[in-house]
């Protein structure tokens, strides 16, 4: 529902208030015999604006608002009532969230119901705005504060409180006659206490003057200045890596004496927290807090110095033609998902207990749940990963924006214009790993500690801040505007854009958190190249036009009743889309010619022998298999076989580099895409009219082909094997409709 409602006091005050709220509930089958889950979505919304007319020159509007948007799915069981029941010991009587217990069965089912997916959403912001206008300039100032708050389950195992229990056949000789008699051949249980609780708040202020200089010149200019702070969670389920202390790292916590209880013993014990002696060389990892750090509880540093100078210009050269210019400092705003990569990275606390005694008898029958020990299960020392950290020093990422355009009146209904955009963005996000050791000709299993960064640590994967694109296009477009019945835009763009933060293997724009893990850690710019989704070539025409004929219009205008209702009125609309296709990478997946232990990350490129494309392509070859090469293999009849550097005894050594092939050297499939719709009105009477339209999507049933497959050992290297999805250009879809407007 709706409500909504506004006031004017006195001409010079003016409140309008509004509360939404829309609940989406539906039901998501389950198996097992187990009830439904029954899903939720109950969006809530408030606004209030008040307007104030000062002076006749002089206005200030202020506006607030809340949403409210809590997401997920509810249990119609009782969970804990049923674990409750089982009196199953050493097992948590007041578990704060609802759910069952893990019981898998080997070879034949797994009985368990894990957490419900959940999620909260609560953003309440405030907007001020004052205008000024005096003389030839019209002054803007304004402020805007956002509070943030995102809330998330928190998890490490399937049945975390409610424990994992396994039978595999260990005791009886079948699993299902373990379950039977209740004894399994491993448990464990993670004590969840708090879920993700991620807050911050935004502040932006901003100042802009628009200056008619002359009658044929204006100049907009101002600036903005944006503070960010970084998210802290109310649970302190968070720490981060700080890379700044040499060979061993430090975890930061938060301040709050809970963030130290909360990190798993286990943790401690693989990395060698301190307090702890030295092993081989490398002292223990220090656990400290945000405080001590000397840090903000978001565990990364503000910045303080956002400022954002914008300035655009519009000069009239004649009456037909005027002349555009702009140029300003933009930033890309972090939210949740910068901050909740660092949730639950030394909280996991799995405590884990094997039943087989060494008689090979189980040790404990259930309701116990546990043997005598802790059940802390450190892994050995360099085994663990902290996935993910934040950089400490991550500055916002910006981008610098420039465009220069020519409009050109050609006719009193059409227009030209003539654009450069271009954009250089600093600062982006991308994802390295700060424990790879450099490439080395030696197997990474046979590698020491010592080779590494951080010896103490596995995989330290993070997001960092420093990567670059730059973005330039030419773009042409003719409007015209409604007249005689038609309407029309067509558009043509030439761009290009390259980037170093799209990972190894790019399929898409990176986003808040950069794109995949970059290939080589220790040389961003070897993922630079063309963009995935910005392609070189793409026109968009648009066009709406009346046929001319019955009443109203050129012709037929007083055709018969009979005649008008099947031949005047109709009304045609079209999109057309044309474009090349997307900038491809070649991969390989499995081997490690590097020595970094670089399959971790996935996809590796593979040497380039040639150009990569064919002839004529087709969905049968698209791209050249004998251009690519595994690296460390000569072409032949094995160059497909890409097993280096990863199994001593079985695999070449490896060649202590990575491959030299470049992201995005090859191009997919174009594009074309024609939808088309017709409709037309019935004008039953005065106030009553009756609306009949179809439309279709890809008219003409173009088969538009999707990306070939890039792995080259692949036996379908350079093949296509589907077509494009429905966003994209998928086969023929139509619809019709009847509506009755009155």
Not at 200 to 213: E, L
Not at 647 to 675: A, E, K
């Amino acid at each position: 529902f709706d409500l909504r409602g506004d006031h004017v006091f006195n001409g010079k005050h003016s409140v309008f208030g509004r509360y939404s709220q829309k609940t989406n509930p539906s039901t998501r089958p389950n198996n097992l015999l187990l009830p439904a889950d029954t899903g939720f979505d109950n969006y809530r919304s408030a606004v209030l604006s008040y307007t104030y007319v000062i002076k006749p020159n002089l206005l200030n509007e202020f506006r607030g608002g809340v949403q409210y948007a809590p997401s997920g799915a509810t249990f119609p069981f009782d969970g804990r009532g049923f674990m409750n029941n089982l009196n199953f010991r050493d097992i948590q009587r007041d578990i704060f969230f609802n759910a069952l217990p893990n019981f898998s069965i080997d070879r034949l089912t797994s009985f368990n119901k894990g957490r419900p997916g959940r999620s909260v959403s609560w953003n309440t912001q405030f907007i001020d705005n004052l205008t000024w206008t005096k003389g030839k300039h019209t002054f803007k100032f304004g402020g805007d504060i956002r509070r943030y708050r995102a809330e998330t389950n928190l998890g490490f195992t399937t049945g975390d409180n409610y424990g994992d229990y396994i039978f595999n056949g260990n005791f009886s000789g079948a699993p299902w006659g373990d379950f039977l008699l209740g004894v399994p051949v491993q448990t464990s249980v993670a004590v969840v206490q708090f879920d993700n609780d991620g807050r911050a708040t935004h502040y932006k202020f901003y100042a802009q003057d628009s200056w008619r200089v002359t009658p044929k010149l204006t100049v907009d200019y101002g600036v903005r200045w944006e503070y960010h702070p970084g998210y802290t969670d109310a649970g302190f389920n968070i720490a981060n890596f700080n890379r700044n202390v040499p060979r061993t790292g430090q975890v930061v916590l938060p301040t709050d004496p809970k963030a130290r209880e909360l990190v798993a013993p286990a943790v401690l014990l693989s990395v060698n927290g301190c307090p702890g002696a030295a092993v081989g060389g490398v002292p223990c990892t220090p656990f400290v807090t945000a405080q001590d750090a000397g840090i903000p509880e978001g565990l990364r540093e503000n910045y303080y110095t956002q400022f954002l100078p914008r300035i655009g210009l519009a000069y009239r050269l004649n009456e037909k033609t005027t002349l555009r210019a702009s140029g300003g400092l933009y930033n890309m705003i972090l939210l949740g998902s910068v901050f909740f990569s660092l949730t639950g990275t030394v909280q996991s606390d799995v405590r884990s207990f094997n039943n087989v005694s060494a008689e090979g008898r189980p040790i404990f029958q259930l309701p116990d749940t546990r043997t005598p020990g802790s059940g802390v299960r450190g892994g050995s020392l360099g085994t663990f990963e902290f996935r993910t950290a934040n950089q400490i020093d991550f500055r916002p990422p910006q981008m610098m924006q420039w465009s220069l355009s020519i409009d050109r009146e050609l006719t009193k209904t059409m227009g030209l214009r003539l654009s450069y955009i271009g954009n250089k963005s600093t600062n982006m996000p991308w994802a390295p790993d700060l424990n790879q050791p450099v490439p080395s000709n030696q197997f990474f299993t046979q590698r020491p500690l010592t080779d590494r960064p951080f010896p103490n640590w596995g995989l330290i994967y993070s997001r960092d801040a420093g990567a670059n694109s730059i973005y330039n296009a030419l773009q042409v477009e003719v409007n015209r505007r409604f007249s005689a019945g038609l309407t029309f835009t067509g558009a043509y763009t030439f761009a290009k854009h390259l980037g170093d933060n799209a990972g190894p293997a790019a399929s898409g724009f990176a986003g808040e958190t950069g794109g995949g893990r970059v290939t080589n850690s220790l040389d961003r710019r070897a993922d630079r190249g063309d963009v995935y989704a910005t392609r070189r070539h793409r026109t968009v025409n648009t066009m709406v036009y009346e046929l001319p004929i019955g009443k109203g219009r050129k012709w037929m205008t007083g055709a018969h009743p009979a005649a008008e209702a099947v031949l005047g009125g109709w009304q045609i609309s079209t999109i057309l889309t044309l474009q090349s296709g997307p900038f491809l990478t070649p991969v390989f997946t499995g081997g490690d010619p590097s020595g970094t232990n670089a399959p971790r990350r996935g996809d590796q490129r593979p040497d380039r022998l040639g150009d990569g494309s064919v002839a004529n392509p087709d969905r049968n070859q698209w791209l050249d298999r004998n251009a690519f090469v595994c690296p460390g293999r000569a072409p032949g009849a094995t160059q497909f076989n890409c097993l280096v550097g990863v199994v001593p005894g079985r695999d070449p050594n490896p060649i202590g580099r990575f491959g030299n092939s470049g992201v995005g050297i090859v191009t997919g499939p174009g594009t074309f895409i024609w939808n088309m719709g017709m409709a037309k009105k019935f004008q039953i009477r005065e106030r009553l009219t009756f609306r009949m339209e179809g439309s279709f999507t890809n008219l003409p049933n173009w088969t538009n082909l999707a990306d070939p497959n890039r792995t080259l050992n692949d036996n379908n290297f350079g093949r296509i094997t589907a077509a494009r999805g429905v966003e994209t250009g998928a086969g023929r879809t139509g619809q019709v409709g009847m509506r009755l407007e009155f």
